[in-house]
């Protein structure tokens, strides 16, 4: 087989240039979506549902269904708790099912799913995620979430990570100047990633809101060795 | 004076997230538009059209506008000539209007146009442009032109470049991360512009096209000291 082409796409805005119904698109969202969601799996949850609104994660309570929630760090009233990754623990998660709220990651999925494949791809799932895709002799695209439409430098490096070795097994060309460019931040953020990350919008945001405790552990490699799948409109553990 | 706000937005798909009727935004399109526009002006031309649509530069060539003007590296039969900054001799421009066609260019400067201000950056202008900046008081937004939407690295190392003295002056803040991404690549490039910019997409599509002479001239800092200014629909040298 021929090398497969790689890319990195830096907003939600720009993803139409991205467009590939036969690619893989992994959506990188790493403070917090993408960590939250590969904890959650990795402690045992059955499935993930990504919910948009507000309305539709209550109507989600009112079956039974686990819910997290919240809106400007403030955990809904209804929902059994928020959206950071530490509380998704096997003891509140195993074998159930949770709504995840997402507005800007339920928008990421939805704009994905022209293609072949939608996983979600984070420093926590990295080396499986990796080995995965060099197994599949498919295009790739990974796509970072970015905030409000905007480039952000946390999911970046998180391409650049996975880039760099995508690029070093030998299974992939690109002449997307993107993926350069996130493998280059990635050279200069990976010696410390918590200290690079400290200038990032989001590291800021999150400190202000008193939600910045995952950080560290967000930028962690290899947590886990799932690699959460699109299933029609829920994630589910790939092979589960 | 507090300080004003720098935000680096790279891409045309991007920029109503940067939408603000007070700032200046400077356009950057390294290769070749902004370095092209720039050399005309040093060289003593008298106003620049951008254009659009070949028709357009067409009916400016019936009225005696001097037109530049390429489709797919290819000068159009009626130009004058094409869109290589080395086109733009003193002997051919000097008092001269010219219509640009460039359908990247003027799509860029008509997103713009709700900006108080819109100038024209290049590395071939940076310090004349960095220096009039920091004397405005005025919210920034370096606005890369990049390629079909999608992310470039030299128009990125460009705004790297700028963004890096702005902030040097202590005129500005920023919590924008592009700016970050912007500044940290470009110290990767600065020792060597050149050989940094070898990966670029467009650097391959120009040397593919026999149209890559031009590139070390492009990313050589300071050959004149003149800021192209939009003033209504057209480009002016600022303060002439």
């Known amino acids: ?40 799996f990795e402690n045992g949850a059955e499935a993930i549902i990504p919910v948009a609104e507000v309305e539709e994660a209550r109507e989600h309570k009112t079956k039974g269904v686990l819910v997290a929630a919240e809106r ?5 009233d209804f929902a059994d708790f928020g959206n950071s990754p530490f509380n998704f623990t096997r003891e509140k998660v195993e074998g159930r099912t949770i709504a995840y709220s997402t507005t800007n990651g339920t928008q990421l999925i939805n704009i994905a799913s022209s293609a072949h494949t939608v996983v979600i791809g984070a420093f926590l799932n990295i080396s499986a995620l990796c080995g995965w895709l060099t197994e599949q002799e498919r295009d790739v695209v990974l796509f970072c979430a970015g905030w409000k439409d905007k480039f952000n430098l946390e999911d970046t490096i998180c391409a650049g990570a996975i880039g760099e070795r995508l690029m070093e097994s030998g299974k992939f060309l690109t002449i997307c100047d993107s993926l350069h460019a996130s493998i280059d931040l990635w050279s200069m953020a990976k010696g410390d990633p918590p200290a690079y990350i400290e200038k990032a919008a989001q590291r800021s945001r999150l400190r202000a809101k008193g939600l910045d405790d995952c950080i ?20 589910k553990a790939m092979g589960k």
């Not at 552990?217 to 829920?234: G, H, M, R």
């Open 1 to 40: 087989m021929g090398k497969k082409n790689l890319e990195v796409c830096f907003s939600p805005a720009l993803f139409r240039r991205f467009e590939n119904p036969e690619s893989i698109v992994v959506i990188i969202d790493v403070f917090r979506a993408s960590s939250a969601i590969c904890t959650a």
């Open 72 to 76: 400007d760090g403030n955990v809904l």
């Open 216 to 235: 560290e552990f967000c930028l962690q490699p290899d947590f886990t060795k799932i690699i959460p799948v699109k299933e029609n409109k829920i994630l």
